[in-house]
């Protein structure tokens, strides 16, 4: 069954808000075999909106909508609904009683605003939304269904998860199965890969697809199957998966469709090492990357974000000569780090940096963009200079992403 | 000017990588004064792209689009083009000359499928690409531009802002200009802060738009302005974002369009006080937040990232019978931790968390979704647990939220 999504709201189109919502209701519809085929990301107005709605069920018969449900003037979803579907507003009273009594719990003051967020349009059936004002409004008319969403993350994601899917799965009665299988490797440009699996890409069955996702320095190789025979699906793709890893496995790291991160964690676990962190421009991304994974704290013990130098010398350990000598932003000084951090927070390897992200900060021999990373395992450390770009964000992106692989390099050499 | 993006990629539509393009972008076009109207997410498939490319065209005369140029076979945007444009493909020898020196320097061997990223479509200008293999391709027929870039970040990043943007206001000869002005307010619910601004709203002038963009406890106001005449959207804008943070001074505590994290530093600064961190379950993303801000340095020390009990004891002289004694989840842990961290870091301010940020973990009494946060200035120190979800990731994006909210409500009390 193939759905698509209207993404509402001017702040996704000024790019102050990123759309995070259409690749959750992806992942969603992908677990009950379901696919997203299109995504449409429109302003608040009314035209805009009704036309993507058409369009949409041009293509597809379930158009999932998400945002444009607040208070305010600037949100007209509802209104728009009523004029695509003919209708006027009703005040809900079910909507009305729990909108007055979950703003008697937060102490709030109800107003006339506040108030119409119980008003909905005649031609939908009303979800209740326990998690905020904005009720989950469902259309169906003609054989094509409608589901107009709050554009909150958490209140979206609890109507998907409680109601939208089970009812979306009762109304179309449909079973076909989509099935993905992802692994990562390393060591291998994108398109050496693609002559190595050139062969095997050739012979797959065309319900089977391969696709690439590169991302500096590591592929993620993913199948997808689709059918209706679940079985088969599951049975084919484990087969071809199969293939696939052995084909590979000169390169590859991990089986399972993860970060790196979590690819790192679990070679840990399985390794029984401990790991800790020493980040000085990386500001405590690494810690957030590793500590994302749920179940780090098997193998993860802490970071000091050392973002002042007295904290490097004091908490970790790094001499102040070494310092002044070399620099902050010095393979000695990232050297000293990693053993600090072994030795402070008692643990197997470790992975330090330290580096300019910039805007400021940079000089001629140490331009914006430049990062020293050391990593340990025992006694058994690397370090190494890199360099990057101008763009903070980025920077601090990439130095987590090479922190990461070359911890994963050191417990995981290609040859 | 308006501009449509089409976003291309299977992974965007399964939910494996996030479009974070489209809003970068869009923050691009603003500057120059055009206006990112509709963003479509398509599939690697021919007829999905071209669809996607007539009906954009037939809204705007500028369209972006971004993915599918890999050299492997899922991505086909290259082909799709030639078809659209009924044009063949030729290589390009300037193409193959960078891409053969990027190989040589990078110490990859060149293959067929990397070879055939020098071929191009007849009917485009090729746009060099300095820093990937793919070259953006800019294509002008009946008055209408299609430039097709890399899905890469970093390589789209490149072209727009070294190309594409002078490019194109070179091609349309266009000025007109789109100003933003956006302040933060907290302590005032959406609706109330409506009901505050009817009147300002229905004064506004028609060229004004005000928009709301709530975030729990923080509301985001942005005004836009639209116009030819550049200075006069400018005065106008100014004047209305003057009597806009009049209005709001009650809840205002910032006055440009920062992260929280952002408008804390710029409090932070101004009264020249010190922070740290220590974080347990929030894992560093604390750290990772600030340290996000350009600048931060000024005022963040850094952090001890307390994912162990024993790193709690050991570096932040948290009492082990304190934890034997309330559990590590509980109030007087996170108040030893936040003047452990004040202690050891030298900082005037510091915040800490202990949570449970899930899947496991979890018990009776403090649930997936507890958590304690203390947040300390000079003697003064505030301490408070809360309850959110289940979700490991928005937990962890919720817990800093209201962390650094917490730490903002001591410095910045609304009566």
New interface residues.
């Given amino acids: 069954m193939n759905v698509e999504i209207i993404a509402i709201g ?11 919502n ?6 969603q519809l ?1 677990h009950i075999g379901w ?9 608040d107005r009314g035209e ?1 909106i009704k036309n993507a709605v058409v ?1 949409a069920f041009g293509r597809v018969s379930v158009v999932l909508m998400t945002g444009g449900l ?5 949100d007209i979803t509802k209104k728009t609904l009523c004029e695509l579907y003919e209708c006027a507003l009703h005040r809900d009273e079910k909507v009305q009683a729990m909108n007055d009594e979950r703003f008697v719990q937060k102490g ?2 109800m ?4 108030r119409d967020q119980a008003l909905v349009p005649d031609a939908c059936e009303v979800i209740y939304n326990p998690v905020g004002t904005a009720p989950v409004m469902w259309f169906d008319r003609d054989g094509k269904v409608l589901v107009s969403m709050p554009g ?3 209140e979206m ?1 609890y109507a998907v998860s409680h109601e939208v899917l089970s009812r979306l799965r009762e109304r179309f009665n449909d079973h076909s199965a989509v099935r ?1 299988a992802t692994c990562l490797v390393k060591g291998i ?7 190595l699996l050139d062969d095997f ?1 050739n012979a797959l069955p065309p319900f089977i ?6 991302k500096t320095g590591v592929i ?1 190789l ?1 199948l ?1 199957a689709t059918g209706d025979d679940e079985a088969r699906v599951e049975t084919e793709l484990n087969r071809q998966f199969d293939k696939l890893t052995s084909l590979t496995s000169r390169y590859l790291f991990c089986r399972e ?1 993860t970060s790196l991160a979590g690819a790192l964690g679990a070679i840990l676990k399985e390794r029984k090492l401990t790991l800790s ?1 020493a ?1 000085s421009c990386t ?6 990357e ?3 994974v ?4 098997a193998y ?9 130098n ?2 490097k010398t ?2 970790l350990g790094v001499s102040a000569a070494t310092i002044a000598e070399h620099g902050v932003v010095s393979l000695p000084v990232v050297e000293q780090m990693v053993k600090g951090a072994q030795r ?3 643990t197997d390897c470790a992975i330090a940096t330290s580096g300019i ?4 900060g940079g000089s001629p021999q140490k331009p914006v963009g430049t990062v020293a990373i050391a990593v340990a395992c025992g006694d058994k450390t690397v370090s190494k200079m890199w360099h990057f ?1 101008k ?4 920077n ?1 992106e990439r130095f987590t992403h090479h922190a990461l692989l070359q911890m994963l390099d050191l417990l995981c050499p290609q040859e």
Same sequence: chains 1, 2.
């Fill in positions: 001017d702040e996704l189109l000024i790019g102050q808000v990123t759309d995070t259409s690749g959750w209701i992806a992942r992908n696919e997203l085929t299109k995504v449409t990301v429109v302003r805009e369009e607040g208070p305010t003037k600037d709030f003051t107003n006339a605003l506040t909150v993350p958490s994601q993905h440009t994108e398109s050496g890969l693609a002559i890409e697809h391969l696709a690439y996702l590169p993620r993913r997808t469709d962190t980040e500001g405590g991304n690494i810690a957030h590793i500590t994302l749920a179940g780090s704290s993860y013990k802490g970071s000091i974000v050392s973002y002042a007295e904290v004091e908490l402070a927070l008692h992200a910039g805007p400021d770009g763009n903070r964000e980025t601090i």
